[in-house]
């Protein structure tokens, strides 16, 4: 189940006494459309799910077809008590919840708390993909029932995620120490990190060189653009590149090509053309969010989740301005692909509008095509019109900058595509000393049309990615001079780490999760340790223990085939294609096998490290020993990272404290003497740097603090969340430089 609760602020009583009850999820969302709806209706938040299954016991009978118990969250009793009431006095019941299966789930829930579902006229559900007075209004005259393969698609997971994250996390708890945990698309997810990890530790580079020049056209010492790089490429009449693998080759090349004549013996030139981009699934959007932006996935879909909501843009009412954000279709609306290619044609010239619409098939696996893309819900809300009010203090950062990718994505899309000449120079040079005869190359690219890049050009992953260069005018025969010549030496690299966007992107491609579960899912991962991100993930030891044991005792559950099946299954449940009890008897039964023998087998991992601190414990009541303890304290991992304690802590001896990491910076504070230490939050287990002295001393900073100081005023320097060296008293920053995959791979 995807995190959606919010906590309950609802205090006062719902009076919906002959109006008309709608129940929506979030707080913002409900203001949004009750202000669209007036005042014929009352419209209230559930704040995400009124009921789950019990955190305490399994919560599902696996003897009686997996029948759930679900149960009343506490801290949403008043409220569903509140919501009842209304209901009795209602006209009608909405239900409004989010177009998805979860959302599905929670109408459902709500309807079966309520004791709703028995009544003559049980509640109505309806559906809108964007927070406009349209959209709501279409939806209302147009309610359905509860769609119950939704629902028992959604049912299904999660019962299969708390069979697999009740049972493997109290078994990791035991054999290595509480507060871990495992999960049906966790696990995989955490298993690709590892194994992009041990790719990178195994990688054994392979040498290569190449022979680099610059030339310039003869006698043209003045003209603009009159250079070019070229590169050797082979020996002349060899169509095939000759990769040079030695030092001794490339020093021989690069001597004899050193004072050789240079001729342009061939130019080629061909036609390159180039579509632009589907409009943004949530997949595409946390991507781009993150290479263009430097957003996380949690901050992009914090972010969307605002704009959809509704915001005040300056209308009669506040408005959602993009659809949902949670969605793995590229597909839009007829009426939104009309008023784009109109706004093109009114604002760009006539080559830039396509003579059709284009379509674009979505490739992830299980879309929902039903769903539409994320766009904004008129493309006449243009950025420079909403920059204002998506600006002003008091909203987060980032809101202005999210909506003009959601806006540019969906105008390009419909755009004309780019058109350029790609072109190859194949130059001879003659060698000075002997007959031969090598061929180098330059490339190139000259942009012709530039169609939908006159607003939107997609990121790229690739570090790698040479620049192209913008070739001189050259002719067939033409003589060139060499400017320089240099044998340079390189190493293949290793794959790089993921980013969060890199890691969403495979998990998409493997079919792991979906597009609600892809931000929460390596959230958790950091959150329980299993992997640091500092730009990229890295996996923790305890991520790389957790993986191996997983994969020796439950290796369906690290299986990325068998994961993409099983949300298949899900979708084809999801569908009516298949009964929701028998997909997960087929993941059960198997798993059950599998952790009977985990169970059995699986030997305590004792992660103790010694170190030269003595237990000076004089006993207690929950203490065996008599006197001063004297026994050694020892380093060890636990739920919200480590801590020290008596090695014979907890049988004999409660003697623990914290084990705090020394960052080596003192205390910015005046006389405190103290030192930055590194902790850790005991609700989500997140760092955050305070002082040794604590509590006599209350600093704290949640970035890294950096050793040298401010140059500009002497304050203390932290590293940011923009790889920034940033002051914590002025205005000065500076950009870190970029850690090198061949660092990474040391």
């Known amino acids: 189940m995807t995190t959606r609760r919010r906590r309950n602020t ?101 309807q079966e708390s309520a004791g709703w579902g028995g009544l003559d006229t049980p509640p109505k559900r309806v559906v809108f993909h964007e927070i406009t007075r349209e959209a709501i209004e279409e939806a209302f005259q147009h309610p359905r029932e509860i769609d119950m393969q939704l629902v028992n698609a ?203 619409p284009r379509t674009y098939s979505t490739t992830a696996r299980g879309a929902q095509e039903a769903h539409e893309a994320i766009r904004p819900t008129s493309v006449k809300r243009t950025p420079d019109s909403l920059q204002d009010y998506l600006s002003i203090e008091g909203l987060p950062s980032g809101l202005f900058q999210l909506y003009k990718l959601i806006w540019d994505r969906l105008v390009a899309s419909q755009m004309e595509d780019a058109r350029s000449e790609a072109t190859t120079i194949s130059i001879d040079a003659r060698c000075k000393n002997s007959a031969d005869v090598y061929t180098f190359r330059a490339t190139g690219s000259v942009l012709i049309f530039p169609g939908f890049r006159s607003i939107y050009m997609e990121g790229d992953d690739n570090e790698e990615t040479e620049e192209i260069q913008n070739l001189p005018i050259l002719s067939q025969g033409e003589a060139l001079d060499c400017l320089s010549i240099a044998a340079n030496q390189h190493f293949t690299k290793p794959p790089p780490r993921f980013t969060d966007a890199a890691l969403v992107k495979d ?117 065996t020993h008599t006197g001063i303890c004297d026994s050694s304290m020892v380093t060890r991992q636990g739920r919200f990272g480590p801590y020290i304690a008596c090695n014979r802590y907890p049988a004999e001896c409660q003697n623990t404290h914290s084990a705090l990491e020394r960052t080596g910076v003192p205390c910015p504070k005046p006389d405190c003497g103290g030192e930055i230490v590194e902790r850790r939050s005991r609700r989500r287990g997140r760092p955050f740097f305070g002082c040794s002295k604590w509590p006599d001393c209350d600093f704290l900073e949640n970035n890294r603090p950096m050793p040298a100081p401010c140059p500009e005023c002497g304050s203390l320097m932290v590293h940011n969340r923009q790889n920034k060296a940033a002051c914590t008293s002025c205005s000065w920053e500076e950009r870190i430089p970029d850690i090198s995959d061949e660092d990474i791979s040391d």
Not at 549 to 562: H, N, P, R
């Open 10 to 110: 609802q205090t006062t009583p719902i009076d919906a006494t002959g109006k008309k009850l709608v129940i929506v999820e979030s707080p913002a969302k409900a203001r949004t459309v009750g202000r669209i709806l007036g005042a014929d209706y009352v419209v209230i938040a559930s704040q995400g799910h009124i009921r789950d299954l019990p955190k305490s016991r399994l919560g599902v009978d696996v003897d009686n077809n997996f029948e759930p118990t679900y149960v009343v969250m506490r801290d949403q009793r008043t409220l569903l008590t509140q919501i009842k009431q209304a209901g009795e006095n209602a006209r009608e019941i909405f239900l409004a919840t989010d177009p998805d299966r979860e959302g599905e789930a929670i109408a459902w829930h709500l």
């Open 154 to 356: 959604q049912q299904a997971r999660r019962i299969l995620d708390r069979i697999v994250g009740f049972q493997t996390s109290s078994l990791l708890g035991r054999i290595i120490y509480r507060g871990l945990s495992a999960g049906r698309v966790q696990s995989p997810s955490l298993g690709l990190v590892v194994e992009r990890e041990r790719a990178i530790e195994s990688f054994i580079p392979k040498e290569s060189w190449t022979i680099d020049s610059i030339l310039q056209k003869t006698d043209s010492f003045d003209t603009p653009n009159n250079q070019l790089a070229a590169t050797w490429h082979s020996v002349k009449g060899e169509s095939r590149r000759t990769v040079i693998e030695t030092e001794d080759d490339a020093r021989r090349y690069e001597s004899e090509s050193t004072g050789a004549t240079f001729q342009v013996a061939e130019i080629n030139t061909r036609p390159v053309s180039r579509r632009p981009s589907a409009p943004f699934t949530t997949s595409t959007l946390q991507q781009e969010a993150s290479r263009k932006l430097g957003f996380d996935t949690r901050r992009t879909m914090s972010l969307a989740q605002q704009l959809y909501e509704g915001l005040d843009i300056g209308e009669d009412e506040p408005i959602g301005i993009i659809t949902y954000m949670r969605t793995d279709s590229t597909q839009i609306a007829d009426s939104a692909v009309t008023e784009t290619r109109e706004y093109i044609q009114e604002h760009y010239s006539e080559d830039h509008l396509p003579d059709n």
């Open 507 to 623: 998990m998409e491609e493997h079919g792991i999760g979906r597009p609600s579960t892809y931000s929460s899912t390596i959230e958790t991962l950091r959150e329980r340790g299993y992997v640091e991100r500092d730009r990229r993930l890295t996996p923790t030891q305890i991520g790389l223990l957790v993986t191996d044991k997983l994969s020796e005792y439950f290796a369906d559950m690290v299986d990325l085939e068998f994961t993409s099946k099983m949300e298949e299954g899900l979708d084809s449940v999801s569908l009516g294609d298949q009964e929701w009890v028998s997909l997960v008897r087929e993941f059960y039964d198997p798993f059950q096998t599998a952790l009977e023998y985990a169970n059995a087998n699986m030997p305590r991992v004792n992660l103790d490290e010694p170190t030269d601190e003595i237990c000076d414990c004089t006993g207690g009541d929950q203490c």
